[in-house]
């Protein structure tokens, strides 16, 4: 299962999501202790890798996360009980785009961050202070002085409200983060970098040692991070530029140094969470309809052909690698909005981002790989998804990859193209059980178009085993749009490779549907 910190954030993130700008001074900046990294000095944008270039060319040193012993167990509830006091966030007196609130360590956060301001090319160092934070009656006492670090920090900015500073991104645990778009709430996270995802032998988790945050310039809608990552395998320098909105953007620039030949190695990575939709409800006891962070994987081949492939549950872990040349994109898409499909109160499925991520530069030949973990519960993250590059990066190189992160909703088609709005499989006799499986797929189009304009379409479903049977597509009059419907016989096969393509005399074009359907 994917590293359980991930769904920790999602869970201590939601506290304090919001807070208004205040005038009452922010924390002071001052090194009390010795630290590594995020020191008070000159900073330029080649600092961070040049500590990560002389960082690989030694052996790794796992950061120490001994704690105070009045710290080092605390338990979940604990920790909760510790919050940053908001009139405390840094800039919240000056009148600037951005403010910062920062997490403290403890329980499943051990590791520690070392945290900088830039400004005027000046790095300034900012100390663990705990008179920054709010500790409720659940923690113990007394608190430590000395400069322990943090585990994280968040981004607020005026999201959704022009005086209102709203929580727009998180950086907590191992390289992950988490950002969101107008009117939305958390839900997927990104990974600065996969290591051995799915492996055997088991995952690698680099992990962010410093940050090096820019102060935002007034007037601006944008925050410039700096980030100094590290694990057994690589080093890297990461440089993170943020403009919030719907969608939120996030541009990424990182260069990697990798200490060993990285042959497992994903670029881009999200993480989502997949239990359970119209598409497989076996052995499902809830009220809900649908319960997933994100429910499908969209491609962008470099020939600008459009893939959809539906999420799935899993009863064994299944790995998929889509082959492809200079990807235009792919991403984590949560394409229905349609609180019927969820009918959560407190959840909001419907209104979590979609991950979209474009690649910039040629990133050659590889694969969009999907990783599809089963899982029980919704508090698990089970889905990965990521660029895994055809050749090693090997040891003692640099290498250097760009990309920009869209949060917030589906990515743009052209008017009129064809793409799939829902997914439903069951058994296809009303009968009784069979083994004959139903599937059913919808299609709309965006920006509007008349199905009757199209002219008659036609059809190709794939299957790599098996027979498939009793295809059929015709317009769906309640949705304006196609539905498509195929019988699978598996002839007692347990993996099958599905496709279906659309093509319409107009020349209009639509999204290839895939799937692997597993018994």
């Given at each position: 299962?994917?590293?359980?910190?991930?769904?920790?954030t999602?869970?201590?993130?939601?506290?304090?999501?919001?807070?208004?700008?205040?005038?009452?001074?922010?924390?002071a900046?001052?090194?009390?202790?010795?630290?590594?990294?995020a020191v008070?000095?000159?900073?330029t944008?080649?600092?961070?890798?040049?500590?990560?270039?002389a960082?690989?060319?030694k052996?790794?040193?796992?950061?120490?996360?001994?704690l105070?012993?009045?710290?080092?167990n605390?338990?979940y509830d604990?920790?909760?009980?510790?919050r940053?006091?908001?009139e405390?966030?840094?800039w919240?007196?000056k009148?600037?785009?951005?403010?910062?609130?920062?997490?403290h360590?403890?329980?499943?956060?051990k590791?520690?961050?070392?945290?900088?301001?830039?400004?005027?090319?000046?790095?300034?160092h900012?100390a663990y202070?705990?008179?920054?934070?709010?500790?409720g009656?659940?923690?113990?006492?007394?608190?430590p002085?000395?400069?322990?670090?943090?585990s994280?920090?968040?981004?607020?900015?005026?999201?959704?409200?022009?005086?209102v500073?709203?929580?727009?991104l998180?950086f907590?645990?191992?390289?992950?983060?988490?950002?969101?778009g107008?009117?939305?709430?958390?839900?997927?996270?990104a990974?600065?970098?996969?290591?051995?995802?799915?492996?055997?032998?088991?995952?690698e988790?680099?992990?962010?040692?410093?940050?090096?945050?820019e102060?935002?310039?007034?007037?601006?809608?944008t925050?410039?991070v700096?980030?100094?990552?590290?694990s057994?395998?690589v080093?890297?320098a990461y440089r993170?530029?943020?403009?919030?909105?719907?969608?939120t953007?996030?541009?990424?620039e990182?260069?990697?140094?990798?200490?060993?030949d990285?042959?497992?190695?994903g670029?881009?990575?999200?993480?989502?969470?997949?239990?359970?939709?119209?598409?497989?409800?076996t052995e499902?006891?809830?009220?809900?309809?649908e319960?997933?962070?994100?429910?499908g994987?969209?491609?962008v081949?470099?020939?600008?052909?459009?893939?959809?492939?539906?999420?799935?549950?899993?009863?064994e872990?299944?790995?998929?690698?889509f082959?492809?040349?200079?990807?235009?994109?792919?991403?984590?898409?949560?394409?229905?909005?349609?609180?019927l499909?969820?009918?959560d109160?407190?959840?909001?499925?419907?209104?979590?981002?979609?991950?979209?991520i474009?690649p910039?530069?040629d990133?050659?030949?590889?694969?969009?790989t999907?990783v599809?973990i089963?899982?029980?519960?919704?508090?698990?993250?089970?889905i990965?998804a990521?660029?895994?590059?055809q050749?090693?990066?090997?040891?003692?190189?640099?290498?250097f990859f760009?990309?920009?992160?869209?949060?917030?909703?589906?990515?743009?088609l052209?008017a009129?193209a064809?793409?799939?709005?829902?997914?439903?499989?069951?058994?296809?006799?009303?009968?009784?059980?069979?083994p004959?499986?139903?599937?059913?797929?919808d299609?709309?189009?965006?920006?509007?178009?008349?199905?009757?304009?199209?002219?008659?379409?036609?059809v190709?479903?794939?299957?790599?085993?098996?027979t498939?049977?009793?295809?059929?597509?015709?317009?769906?009059?309640?949705t304006?749009?196609?539905r498509?419907?195929f019988?699978?016989?598996?002839?007692?096969e347990?993996?099958?490779?599905?496709?279906?393509a659309?093509?319409?005399?107009?020349?209009?074009?639509?999204?290839?549907?895939a799937?692997?359907?597993?018994?």
């Amino acid at each position: 299962m994917i590293d359980r910190r991930d769904f920790l954030t999602r869970a201590l993130t939601a506290v304090g999501a919001v807070v208004v700008a205040t005038g009452v001074p922010a924390v002071a900046l001052a090194a009390t202790q010795q630290h590594q990294f995020a020191v008070t000095g000159p900073f330029t944008r080649s600092t961070v890798a040049e500590i990560a270039r002389a960082l690989a060319k030694k052996a790794y040193e796992a950061p120490d996360t001994s704690l105070p012993p009045i710290l080092e167990n605390l338990t979940y509830d604990q920790y909760r009980d510790i919050r940053f006091r908001p009139e405390s966030a840094l800039w919240a007196d000056k009148g600037l785009p951005y403010q910062m609130q920062l997490f403290h360590r403890g329980s499943y956060f051990k590791e520690p961050v070392e945290m900088a301001l830039v400004e005027n090319g000046q790095a300034t160092h900012v100390a663990y202070d705990p008179n920054l934070f709010n500790y409720g009656p659940l923690v113990p006492q007394p608190i430590p002085a000395e400069d322990i670090g943090f585990s994280g920090f968040r981004l607020h900015a005026p999201l959704n409200k022009p005086d209102v500073f709203d929580e727009v991104l998180v950086f907590q645990g191992a390289s992950y983060f988490r950002s969101l778009g107008k009117d939305q709430t958390y839900g997927l996270s990104a990974r600065g970098l996969a290591l051995k995802t799915a492996d055997p032998e088991g995952e690698e988790f680099p992990l962010f040692r410093a940050f090096w945050v820019e102060t935002p310039a007034a007037g601006s809608d944008t925050c410039v991070v700096n980030a100094l990552l590290d694990s057994p395998s690589v080093s890297g320098a990461y440089r993170f530029t943020i403009r919030p909105g719907l969608p939120t953007t996030i541009d990424v620039e990182a260069q990697l140094f990798p200490r060993a030949d990285l042959e497992k190695v994903g670029l881009a990575p999200g993480t989502s969470m997949f239990f359970f939709s119209a598409n497989g409800r076996t052995e499902i006891d809830d009220f809900r309809p649908e319960v997933h962070d994100s429910d499908g994987l969209l491609m962008v081949t470099g020939h600008g052909d459009r893939w959809w492939r539906p999420l799935a549950n899993p009863k064994e872990l299944q790995i998929s690698a889509f082959q492809d040349r200079s990807p235009r994109g792919f991403g984590l898409v949560q394409r229905d909005r349609s609180f019927l499909s969820y009918q959560d109160l407190e959840a909001s499925y419907q209104r979590r981002p979609s991950l979209w991520i474009e690649p910039v530069g040629d990133w050659g030949a590889g694969a969009v790989t999907l990783v599809e973990i089963p899982t029980n519960s919704e508090i698990h993250d089970n889905i990965v998804a990521y660029w895994a590059p055809q050749d090693k990066i090997p040891a003692g190189t640099e290498y250097f990859f760009a990309y920009r992160l869209f949060w917030g909703g589906d990515p743009a088609l052209a008017a009129g193209a064809a793409y799939v709005t829902a997914t439903r499989s069951g058994r296809a006799g009303v009968g009784g059980p069979t083994p004959v499986r139903l599937f059913v797929i919808d299609y709309g189009y965006f920006q509007g178009v008349d199905p009757a304009k199209l002219g008659a379409s036609k059809v190709s479903v794939q299957a790599s085993k098996g027979t498939v049977r009793n295809v059929v597509v015709a317009a769906n009059p309640e949705t304006h749009g196609m539905r498509l419907s195929f019988e699978l016989d598996p002839q007692n096969e347990t993996l099958i490779e599905l496709t279906a393509a659309l093509a319409f005399e107009s020349g209009q074009s639509a999204e290839t549907w895939a799937f692997r359907w597993t018994a």
